[in-house]
């Protein structure tokens, strides 16, 4: 029989004689741990943060001597007033529950409160401030990547599966670039040291091996796990590298002390290879537009060149034919020759009839003209001598006013004129005085006098 729906009010003698499914049996365990234990407040260590694409926060809560898995949904995580990272101390309500899919044991998170940063983020917050104040993440110093390096040399554990990521990721994008492994645990106690024997041994034997860049991978983990990359000797192993050296551990949102110390970061041990292999990968790129502009150069100029002999072939014609075709080329413009003469010709002949057309309706009448021409000459003629008779009139007519009006004609009246000392008319008896010298013209002479006394009207 299977069971089904389990009540609290069934007691442990009625369910031992049950054959319980195992969805039941977690139903039954998630009921008991929900009703028996209330809603509390839970404290200890954020770590294996995760944010589902949904909303919901998954982590794990911890202290130095235990850890439970914990779920928090989204209606709840979206009214946070801070957000979890890993290493944070926190104080969580929680409800202990049982997911009953795996079965696994898990506290469902009402609220959560800061309560203090965890022992590890605080060491790892101490570490990267005083590293920092030091210079050892000056931004001056970080080496760029050489875009094509002879050989890469990998510092990581033969078994992680950063390791495998790598090499699929350089195989994939630079499959002739050479790799040494330089093996070292990336997780323990003595994980850090042994993480930087090796890297001071790349660097060491980097002439030897034929390496020009280093990288330094692991997978993702909780914050215990990445713990050897947050060493102080690491770092300053790193920093002192004769190479450069890529970081790439962890996931996108996890920062170790080496990230900073790196001379670059990659979000993941794969964006480590990406970065490692970026300049051959983009000359691929290159090579291969470069290839395609070339075989589409070499097309169209081969296309041209297939043009240009057709043409040419077009040209081509044998002597005869030529021969064949300047004939009746020549005899086609004769044709033409002739048409145009005799065109040319017949224009010519119209032309000349309506000329002589015009010629004898424009022919002048000469007996006509000559008459004409001779009554001109008589009008001529007597419009001259009209014209000087009337001239000869208005001449005396001139000649007779003109001697009317000459002074000697004057004179001859009875007129005279007198005279000054200097010779100027007197017209007025207040102009000499007694005595003075006068002279006055009479129509035969001159009188010289002198002046005994004036008379005025």
């Known amino acids: 029989m299977n069971f089904t729906d389990p009540t609290p009010e069934k007691t442990p003698l009625s369910l031992s004689a049950q054959v319980l499914t195992v969805s039941a049996l977690n139903r039954l365990a998630r009921e008991v741990l929900e009703s028996s234990i209330p809603l509390l407040w839970v404290a200890g260590e954020i770590s294996n943060l995760t944010r589902a694409a949904s909303g919901h926060l998954y ?14 949904w989204r209606n709840r995580a979206q009214l946070l007033a801070f957000r979890p990272e890993n290493g944070m101390r926190v104080e969580a309500r929680a409800l202990v529950t049982l997911y009953e899919v795996r079965g696994d044991y898990q506290l469902g ?13 605080e060491a790892f917050t101490r570490l990267k401030e005083k590293l920092a104040a030091e210079g050892l993440f000056d931004p001056l110093l970080k080496r760029p990547l050489p875009p094509f390096p002879r050989g890469i040399g990998i510092v990581t554990s033969p078994a992680a599966a950063a390791l495998r990521d790598v090499l699929a990721t350089l ?43 280093i990288l330094l991978v692991r997978g993702g983990g909780s914050i215990e796990d990445l713990q050897a990359f947050n060493d102080e000797a690491l ?56 290839g395609h502009r070339l075989t589409h150069a070499l097309r169209r100029r081969l296309e041209s060149a297939a043009q240009r002999v057709d043409r040419a072939a077009l040209q081509l014609v044998h002597p005869r034919q030529r021969l064949q075709r300047a004939r009746a080329d ?43 021409q001779r009554q001109l000459a008589l009008r001529l003629t007597r419009a001259a001598d009209l014209w000087l008779h009337h001239r000869h009139q208005q001449l005396d007519t001139l000649r007779a006013h003109l001697q009317h009006l ?35 013209q009479l129509a035969d002479g001159t009188l010289h006098t002198q002046v005994n006394r004036t008379t005025p009207d």
């Open 109 to 121: 998170i009402e609220a959560l409160r800061p309560a203090g940063i965890g022992n590890l983020f």
């Open 59 to 72: 982590f794990t809560l911890k202290d130095e001597q235990a850890q439970v898995r914990c779920a928090m």
């Open 406 to 440: 000459a002074p000697e004609a004057v004179l001859a009246r009875g007129y005279s004129i007198a005279r000054d000392a200097t010779g100027s008319i007197l017209r007025s008896t207040a102009a000499v005085q007694v005595g003075d010298a006068v002279s006055v």
């Open 330 to 372: 020549i005899d086609a413009l004769s044709r033409r020759l002739r048409t145009a003469m005799t065109q040319q010709l017949q224009r010519a002949r119209h032309a000349h009839g309506r000329l002589e057309l015009r010629l004898a309706t424009r022919r002048p009448d000469l007996a006509r003209e000559r008459d004409r």
């Open 235 to 290: 770092a300053r192993t790193i920093r002192c590298s004769p190479i450069p050296v890529v970081s790439g551990v962890g996931h996108e949102t996890d920062f170790t002390i080496a990230d900073f110390a790196a001379d670059l970061r990659a979000a993941t041990p794969t964006g480590a290879a990406e970065l490692a292999s970026a300049g051959f990968h983009a000359a691929q790129d290159r090579l291969a537009t470069a």
């Open 171 to 213: 195989r994939r994008r630079a499959p002739q670039l050479p790799v040494v492994l330089y093996p070292a645990p990336v997780q323990g106690q003595d994980a850090a040291a042994k993480l930087a024997i090796a890297l001071e041994q790349a660097g060491k034997r980097a002439d030897r091996d034929g390496i020009d860049l």
